[in-house]
């Protein structure tokens, strides 16, 4: 129906935005749409996947922001580790090496 209103991009995206947040479809409506879509001519089909793929596109991107994020805490902790490594090797205490990383002593242990 949207497509069918020729909608500029902007209010099709901000329609479709609404829509995305506030209208949660169940599994067997998504597959009714899908169905929808397969029974669409070429040209609307491509169109509906346009919409929908841009919306894949900004989740990706979303998941990739939040990915670097998390290797980025993963990087620091690894780093940590190997700071509690060092000084475990040097022979400092496990209690001082919690204190000072931050880490568990349990795993500064198995470290």
């Known amino acids: 129906m949207l497509l069918r209103l020729k909608l500029d991009p902007a209010k099709q995206t901000l329609i479709m935005g609404f829509f995305d947040t506030y209208l949660q479809l169940t599994e067997d409506e998504e597959q009714k749409v899908i169905k929808e879509v397969r029974e669409m001519s070429a040209k609307e089909a491509d169109k509906v996947m346009e919409i929908i793929n841009s919306y ?28 509690a490594i060092r000084m475990k090797e040097k022979g400092k205490p496990i209690q001082e090496i919690a204190e000072i990383t931050g880490l568990e002593i349990e795993e500064i242990e198995r470290l």
């Open 56 to 83: 894949e596109r900004r989740g990706r991107e979303l998941g990739n922001q939040e990915g670097l994020e998390k290797g980025r805490q993963e990087g620091k902790l690894e780093a940590i580790r190997m700071v």
